[in-house]
């Protein structure tokens, strides 16, 4: 709707289109959870359709120079990029407080959020944290590469 809403003369960035459905089907199918990414116009400051892509710059910062992390303030940007990582990792917290909240998942139900939940259950030595890296390696792993082949295909149709 709020694309066909600018009508038949405006452009589109597709790419930026592809991450937003991107990052709702990877919450929709994998967690049970709608971020709203399509439906937005602006999505605010915090939301993972902005954080993520700061994340992933300041990673490849950080891999250029490993002290970046340590003294973030004697770099530029680097606690815009420090930000992101928290709200990042806030973020995923949320996430898994939310499918906790709901307690133990139907049987039927097999989304990764509920088999998280199952193993947490069954598995206590399995520690949140760990539990919290696979659902945030879920994210970095298929956001951008999932939108941006999306939108390279497009393109080449």
């Known amino acids: 709707d709020r694309i066909a809403a600018q009508g038949p003369k405006a452009s589109i960035d597709v790419d930026q289109a592809a991450l937003r459905v991107t990052l709702d089907v990877i919450g929709l199918a994998g967690f049970n959870h709608d971020y709203d990414s399509v439906s937005r116009d602006i999505p605010p400051y915090d939301h993972l359709l902005r954080v993520l892509p700061r994340c992933f710059t300041e990673v490849m910062l950080r891999v250029a120079n490993p ?12 606690p815009k990029g420090s930000a992101a990582f928290l709200a990042f990792q806030r973020e995923m917290g949320i996430l898994l407080d939310e499918l906790q909240a709901r307690g133990p998942p139907a049987d039927d139900d097999t989304d990764i959020g509920s088999q998280l939940v199952r193993i947490m259950g069954s598995h206590p030595e399995i520690s949140r944290d760990r539990i919290l890296s696979e659902i945030g390696i879920l994210f970095v792993e298929g956001f951008e590469t999932t939108g941006h082949t999306t939108s ?3 393109f080449n149709i």
């Open 152 to 154: 390279w295909t497009l």
């Open 67 to 78: 002290i970046r992390p340590l003294f973030p303030t004697a770099f530029k940007y680097g």
